[in-house]
């Protein structure tokens, strides 16, 4: 069955870094677009980056620069690099696949 793990979330001050992780299994990995979604307290949930089959790769304009997107196809992992972080980064933050599979989400808050 289809399954994305999530981990690296963590409390950090703003400015600092965190690198999220999300392992996944059940599907066709190297086929599919990787994205991380976010959704803080009252917000709609909102793509963050997302990387495709053929290296293609989005940011939301609001983290252009400071995070950096990455997947390792023989680990079937997606990670998420955030760099210079800041308060409205505060958020859950969710690893997808196709749009389709949801992993449990982690949460990240920059104080």
């Known amino acids: 069955h289809v399954q994305l793990v999530e981990s690296g979330g963590g409390s950090v001050q703003a400015g600092e870094t965190l690198r999220l992780s999300c392992i996944t299994s059940g599907f066709a990995f190297d086929d599919s677009t990787m994205g991380w979604y976010r959704q803080a307290p009252g917000n709609e949930c909102e793509l963050v980056s997302s990387n495709s089959w053929d290296g293609t790769t989005y940011y939301a304009d609001s983290v252009k620069g400071r995070f950096t997107i990455s997947r390792d196809n023989a680990k079937n992992a997606v990670y998420l690099q955030m760099d210079k972080l800041k308060s409205v980064d505060t958020a859950v933050y969710y690893c997808?696949?196709?749009?389709?599979?949801w992993g449990q989400g982690t949460q990240v808050t920059v104080s």
């Open positions: 997808v696949a196709d749009q389709k599979y």
